[in-house]
């Protein structure tokens, strides 16, 4: 009976970690390798200068992927001629081995609501679970893999009670994410994925593992409801990363905010002084109104909303209005925007001050009454102040009782400061007669003026008396007033 030649045994698979047997033949730690059964007339050694060429290639790529765990590919290597009728020794050639925690390489054979069947190279095909297909929960094996599919897996179970291999396609999946995410968490960058889950506090983001987005760093602004993100992609900073827990947790405000940083300064390093711009009122405050440019917000002061007296903002604008503004400061190392609505307008006082002078009789409306008089508008933007003692001919107590709001009124120009921007106006001296009025007072002024009632009495002259000194005696006192006659009928 023929001797069957020894099959040497199929190398085992080269765990990540363990140290490579032959440098010039194995893969340093982190390179995917082919394992297939050796013949025995496979060469024992390579070339020389193909053995220096594949270490140096293999200390290039330690540095760039030492973190890459090792792969086990299931390919199936061609059975010598001279085993080919021995089915035992073609089995033992073609099998792979492999340990728990290997990762392997296959392709699905078969996919049902159990889980997927991989054909790895073992001597039996490897059962992926559905809880282990992937890091999102409940979901069906049909949606996240197909047959034919190449797929990466760790070894969890050599055999489990039916026989089976059982393998995780999620851990591998974790172990391919971890060093990449590390790397990206050590550079600073970013990573994008989707969110699959609205949890207590938060949302799990899938980035090749289950990433955690606390609720309050969502966005720029608190996030109440966190059901609408479920499905959309995002991109986040990596802020905690714990492999030994498990544990990585994600900002996508932080990633907001670096992007909003760079916009906001090369909005400004756009922005110039003396600018017009468009934009729209994004917020009302007691000073002012808040204006989005497009890419900032900037302040419109009180002051700076009309050239008219302005008691609050929302008597002119309101959250969405479309205003013109006028940029008057640009603050680069405060991020501030100063604005102008009225500048944008003709200066209402130019026209008014060139087209009137002071005597000019003009009409305005009163607009309010404080205790010293009223202030009347008398164009767009343009007020003056009646004083109390210019309201009426009479005396005015007070202005109220003579005016009220939104009057008409004839006023004249008494007064009318440019520098100031400020005008003094007379409604009594705006009244057809009042100079007729005024030298009727004055006549009455110049008039002689009547006796009082002693004088009537006893004279004028009566007063011209010296007074009696106050030492006189009770005598001489009465005796002067006999004399005076004082006292008589």
């Known amino acids: 009976m023929p001797t069957t030649p020894e099959t040497p045994e199929a190398p085992e698979a080269v765990a990540e970690g363990d ?18 059964a050796e013949t025995p007339e496979a060469p024992a050694e390579a070339p020389e200068a193909a053995s220096e060429e594949a270490a140096a290639e293999s200390d290039d790529s330690a540095d760039a992927e030492a973190e890459e765990p090792v792969v086990v590919v299931a390919t199936r290597p061609e059975i010598p001629d001279d085993i080919a009728d021995d089915f035992e020794a073609a089995i033992e050639a073609t099998v792979l081995q492999f340990r728990e925690g290997d990762i392997v390489k296959g392709v699905v054979v078969g996919v049902d609501a159990e889980g997927a069947m991989v054909d790895v190279g073992y001597k039996s095909e490897g059962l992926i679970p559905a809880r282990e297909l992937s890091i999102r929960n409940n979901i069906d094996p049909r949606e ?47 990573v994008e994925g989707t969110v699959i889950e609205v949890v207590k506090g938060g949302l799990i983001v899938d980035i090749g593992l289950r990433g955690f987005l606390p609720a309050s760093l969502v966005d720029l602004r608190r996030v109440r409801d966190l059901d609408p993100y479920i499905g959309e992609t995002i991109t ?7 492999r030994a827990r498990n544990n990585v947790v994600l900002s996508r405000r932080a990633h907001l905010e670096e992007a909003l940083a760079e916009e906001r300064t090369e909005f400004m390093d756009n922005l110039h002084e003396g600018e017009i711009r468009e934009g729209t009122v994004s917020s009302v405050v007691n000073f002012g109104a808040f204006v989005d440019l497009g890419g900032m917000d900037g302040l419109v002061h009180v002051s700076e909303l009309s050239w008219q007296h302005v008691n609050h903002p929302s008597e002119l604008v309101k959250v969405g209005d479309k205003v013109t503004v006028k940029v008057l400061e640009v603050d680069r190392d405060r991020e501030r925007i100063s604005l102008s609505i009225r500048q944008t307008a003709e200066d209402p006082w130019e026209t008014f001050a060139s087209a009137h002078e002071v005597g000019d009789v003009v009409e305005g409306t009163v ?16 007020e003056g102040l ?10 005015v107590e007070s202005p109220e009782l003579e005016l009220s709001i939104g009057q008409k009124v004839q006023v004249k120009i008494t007064e009318k400061e440019d520098e100031r921007r400020r005008i003094s106006l007379s409604i009594k001296q705006a009244l057809p007669d009042y100079q007729e009025r005024k030298e009727q007072a004055e006549e009455r002024r110049r008039a002689p003026r ?26 001489a006192i009465l005796r002067e007033l006999k004399e005076r006659g004082i006292g008589r009928r």
Not at 167 to 186: F, P, V
Request: hydrophobic share 40%; no cysteine; aromatic share 4%.
């Open 450 to 475: 009547k006796p009082r009632e002693f004088e009537r009495e006893f004279g004028a002259e009566a007063e011209e008396h010296p007074p009696m000194p106050v030492d006189a005696s009770l005598e």
């Open 144 to 190: 996240v893999v197909e047959v034919g599919e190449e797929v990466e897996a760790v070894v969890l179970d050599m055999e489990d009670d039916e026989g089976r291999m059982i393998l995780s396609k999620k851990r591998a999946m974790y172990e391919r994410a971890w060093g990449r995410i590390q790397a990206i968490a050590d550079e600073g960058g970013t």
């Open 367 to 382: 607009t309010k009454t404080v205790p010293f008089g009223a202030f009347v508008s008398v164009a767009e933007g343009v």
């Open 386 to 395: 009646v004083h109390v003692s210019e309201i009426a001919m009479h005396r």
């Open 236 to 242: 986040a900073k990596v802020i905690e990363l714990d």
């Open 19 to 36: 140290a490579p047997v032959d440098t010039s033949e194995a893969p340093e730690a982190g390179e995917e390798t082919t394992q297939t």
